[in-house]
Structures are given as C-alpha cells and as structure tokens.
C-alpha cells in the first residue's frame, strides 16, 4: 500500500504540470501584475508556477545539507484521544554525496510498536521513509529527469506523481487519482478558483498563489476534487517558494481521506531549506485498518557552506 507515501512526498515534489494549456480564469486580490509594474503578465506569472521547481530544490537541500531535527508523531482514535506518541530528536549527516540520521533521543508511549519492534501502524513507517531513512542514501543537488534506482519504488512513484502531475506517465497511477492531481488541466478548471494576491513573510515581500475549490460547487462536483486548497508564497526577489500548505479530501469506495499538510521554508546561506513541516489527517482504505495521525518536524543548525 503506497498511497500515504504519495501524499507525504507530494507536498515536496509537487509541480503543476497539464497536458492542456488553456489558460484559467486568474482573480487579482489587491495586486496589479503587468509588465510594467512587475516585469511579466499574469500569463507569465501562471507559467513560473508551472515550470517551478523551487520546492523541490528545497526537498533536495534537505536531504544534501547537515542539520538537525526534532519530530512528533502523534496516534489518535475515532474520538480524538492519544493512542500512541513517538519523538525523535537527532542529526542529518551529510558528505555531499551520501547522508544518513543518527537518532539521539527516541521517546515512545502507547500503541506505536509492535511486540518483533516494528510499527503497529504505516503513517510512521512512511514519515520514516521519507525523512528519517533507515539506511545511507544517496544525495544530489541535481534535478534528474530519468528515475534514481537507489529510491524505493515508494519513492520512485511519489516523485512520479508530485513532480510529473498531469503528464503520460501520471496516467499510470493506478488508483484513479491522477486526472484529480491535474489541477491546471482543462477539465479540472471548472472546479477551481486561482487567485494572485500578496503578503510579507519572514521579512520578505511575497507572491502569494492560491488554488482553492470553488464554494459554488455542488455535493457531486466537489467529490470530482482531491486537491481542496493550495497556497504558494513565492518570494518576489527570486521567485523561490518558501510557504506551502495545501488541504486533501476524497471519499469514495476505495479511499477516504482528509489532511492538511503545511511547510514553511527559510534561508541559509542564500540556500532555501524547509525548516518547520507539519501534517495532520485520517485516511482509510479499503482491506487496511484506518489511521488518525499527527505529525511535526522542526530542522534546525543547517550546515550550508
């Protein structure tokens, strides 16, 4: 079962990419975008966002670069209530070439393993996946366009769909989801309201794009959605995206799912790393027990030459 990989990973990953390229409507919430205020058109502007990969350079950096962390996982019931807790405080080592984490301090309580020591549920396991990989791993600064064999195919098919949303090869997903992943896509636009407005985060003066299903849509239109609401900051001096938080729901006979992921990004020494990433969100899928979980990653002391 892979399906929660994809959904940790896809907020890392994530590249809006359509086969169509009809333009969508674009609302401006209190920001003129022209050439000669800006430099470019909203036209323009619509097209970075496609093409970025700024994100991803982020996922990239935090893997290539030493720093430390300190995690909270947290299991809940059908009522809300702490089942299970795990934290894990240590250190992300890196040569440039390959890394590795070092676990200082490792607390857990209630139900999180089972009696052989390895998880009672998969949230963890996939967190563990994809930031705290159990064994040395390969690392570069480079966007490869073919696939690292070194990945595991969870990995490999996360990537796929966060980094290739809308193209052929997304259409090999094999849950159906994938057209619902296309949110710039001709047929998904009737679903969507894009807006450009702007703000100021950690200091800096930033583009903020958002993705956000229209209140407008019926019961049965917004079931046709996976993606709820997305929200980009790019920062105005280089384009970087360096705020992210985005909302999933799904419910049919196979999956039901509700989360929200949010990320937050910083610089040091000029490179943009994420430094504060939280998730929460329950999913269910059919022949797998249901799982209610929290999560918190906080990355500190980055060593950036």
């Given amino acids: 079962m892979r399906f929660l990989i994809f959904i940790v990973s896809f907020f890392f990953t994530f590249q809006i ?19 000669e205020n800006n430099g470019f058109t909203v036209e323009d502007f619509v097209g970075y966002v496609k093409k970025d990969t700024t994100f991803y350079m982020g996922f990239k950096h935090l893997r290539y670069y030493s720093h430390k962390y300190n995690s909270e996982l ?3 019931n059908k009522k809300g209530e702490i089942i299970g807790s795990l934290i894990k405080k240590g250190m992300h080592h890196s040569n440039g ?31 563990d996946e994809v930031f705290f ?33 809308g193209t052929d090869e997304v259409g090999q997903f094999k849950l159906g989801l994938s057209k619902k992943l296309a949110i710039f896509d001709i047929e998904m636009q009737q679903y969507y309201d894009y807006t450009i407005s ?25 079931e046709k959605t996976l993606i709820r609401k997305i929200v980009s900051y790019f920062d105005k001096e280089n ?7 985005y909302k999933f729901v799904y419910n049919n006979w196979f999956i039901d799912l509700d989360m929200d992921i949010t990320v937050n990004m910083d610089y040091v020494n000029n490179k943009h790393i994420p430094t504060n990433l939280y998730y929460k969100g329950f999913w269910n899928i059919i022949f797998f027990k249901s799982e209610r979980a929290e999560f918190k990653l906080n990355n500190t002391n980055y060593s950036v030459d």
């Fill in 133 to 165: 990989p159990k064994d040395t791993i390969d690392v570069s600064l480079k966007i490869a366009d073919g696939k690292n064999m070194s990945d595991s195919q969870n990995m490999r098919d996360a990537k796929t769909i966060g980094f290739s949303i």
């Fill in 198 to 222: 702007d703000t100021t985060y950690i200091g800096r003066a930033c583009y903020v794009f958002t993705v956000q299903v229209k209140d407008e849509l019926t019961k049965k239109e917004r």
């Fill in 74 to 76: 947290k299991i809940f």
């Fill in 97 to 127: 070439l390959q890394a590795w984490v070092v676990n200082d301090n490792v607390f857990y309580e209630g139900k999180i393993f089972k009696r052989n020591k390895k998880y009672k549920f998969y949230t963890p396991e996939a967190f």
């Fill in 239 to 245: 384009f970087n995206v360096i705020y992210r938080e």
């Fill in 17 to 35: 990419i359509a086969q169509d390229t009809l333009m969508p409507f674009i609302l401006l919430d209190d920001v003129v975008i022209s050439v």
